[in-house]
Nanobody, 124 residues
Framework: QVQLVESGGGLVQAGGSLRLSCAAS????????VGWFRQAPGLGREFVAA????????YYAESVKGRFTISSDIAKNTVYLQMNSLKPEDTAVYYC???WGSGNYYSTSWYDYWGQGTQVTVSS
C-alpha cells in the first residue's frame, strides 16, 4: 500500500510563490511517475505536471509552463512542485498521484494512488 501526503499549500498574493511537497511511503518513487493535479470548485481535476521518479522526464500543462517546476528527491521519496508567479486562476486543491509503467500521464485514470490534497489560494 502506498500513502501520499501533500503539504505546502496556503494563501498567497498574486505574483507570489509556494512550494508543494508530496511525500510517499510504502514504495519508492525511483521507477514511478508522480503527477500533480488540481481541482477548482465546480470543475474537474486537471493535470498540472508530472515527473518520472528519477527526474529524467518532466511534463507540464501549457497553463503552468515557465511558472511551475516539478522536481524529485529520491532519497527522501518526495516530489516537489515549485510554483512561481502565481495567479488567482491557480487557486485550487492540489493533489499528487503516483503510478508505474508507461501511459497517459496527463490522465487521472492512469494513476494508482492519490494523496488527500492541499489547498492553494491566490488572492488578487
Amino acid at each position: 500500500q502506498v500513502q501520499l501526503v501533500e503539504s505546502g499549500g496556503g494563501l498567497v498574493q498574486a505574483g507570489g510563490s509556494l512550494r508543494l511537497s508530496c511525500a510517499a511511503s510504502g514504495r519508492t518513487f525511483s521507477s514511478a511517475v508522480v503527477g500533480w493535479f488540481r481541482q477548482a470548485p465546480g470543475l474537474g481535476r486537471e493535470f498540472v505536471a508530472a515527473i518520472r521518479g528519477s527526474g529524467s522526464s518532466t511534463y507540464y500543462a501549457e497553463s503552468v509552463k515557465g511558472r511551475f517546476t516539478i522536481s524529485s528527491d529520491i532519497a527522501k521519496n518526495t516530489v516537489y512542485l515549485q510554483m512561481n508567479s502565481l495567479k488567482p486562476e491557480d487557486t485550487a486543491v492540489y493533489y499528487c498521484a503516483v503510478g508505474w509503467g508507461s501511459g497517459n500521464y496527463y490522465s487521472t485514470s492512469w494513476y494508482d494512488y492519490w494523496g488527500q490534497g492541499t489547498q492553494v489560494t491566490v488572492s488578487s
